[in-house]
């Protein structure tokens, strides 16, 4: 993996290569399997969204259970790169169609430290990841665009993320999907000691500890 720029200056990194391609491919080709044995149609997993310009495919760890070992196996990396003790939050699936968007917009607090992982090309064209130069201030509404605000483009090839900001920093993809349709997996973390550690774990964690009757 190659770190390109200054996360904390930026408020983003590119990490090249940060999964090899045959991770990449045989993640995607299960999950694809794991859809297909579900019996469901595609359509099913369609999901709208107020950053998206139409519906996309979308799949939840909580539906796909091995999307939980990149999110939580990713965090001593994650730890490494932020210089913070992390907590997974939750991730998500996504398959853009050619010519989608995603509009302009910033996350929600459990997304205080976030990677978009792109999986997969159907025909190799790179399709750029766009965020804000600026830290933001206060909280904007989604936009179909960055209007006056500088942002910068990072193109994206199959195995690349994007380290980003999500909650302090605007980001989108405001140049059509090149590609018949193109794979992404997004994964979320809180900074522990920070102010949205309650979002770890998606909020779903277990009070008490956990028992077991051994017999």
């Known amino acids: 993996m190659k770190v390109i720029g200054d996360y904390y200056r930026d408020g983003y990194a590119h990490l090249r290569g ?10 995607l080709a299960q999950l694809r399997e794991s859809l297909a044995d579900s019996a469901l149609p595609l359509r099913t997993f369609m999901r709208t969204g107020m950053m998206l310009k139409r519906p996309a ?4 760890a909580h539906q796909y259970k091995p999307m939980l070992a990149f999110l939580w196996g990713l965090t001593p990396t994650m730890n490494e790169l932020t210089k913070k003790e992390l907590l997974p939050t939750y991730s998500y699936f996504r398959v853009y169609r050619e010519g989608d968007l995603c509009w302009v917009h910033s996350d929600r607090f459990a997304c205080e430290h976030s990677l978009s992982l792109t999986l997969a090309y159907s025909d190799n064209k790179p399709w750029s990841f766009e965020i804000g130069r600026d830290r933001l201030t206060q909280v904007r509404p989604v936009e179909t665009s960055f209007q006056d605000d500088a942002f910068n483009a990072v ?3 199959v195995g690349d993320a994007i380290l980003y900001q999500g909650v302090t920093y605007r980001h989108g993809r405001v140049q059509p999907n090149p590609n018949k349709w193109s794979a992404h997996i997004f994964l979320h973390w809180v900074d522990s000691a920070g102010p949205y550690r309650g979002e770890a774990f998606d909020k779903k964690v277990t009070p008490g500890p956990v028992e077991f009757e051994v017999i």
């Open 18 to 27: 940060l999964v090899s391609r045959p991770v990449a491919h045989e993640f």
């Open 57 to 60: 495919i979308e799949v939840y």
């Open 155 to 157: 193109e994206m090839d």
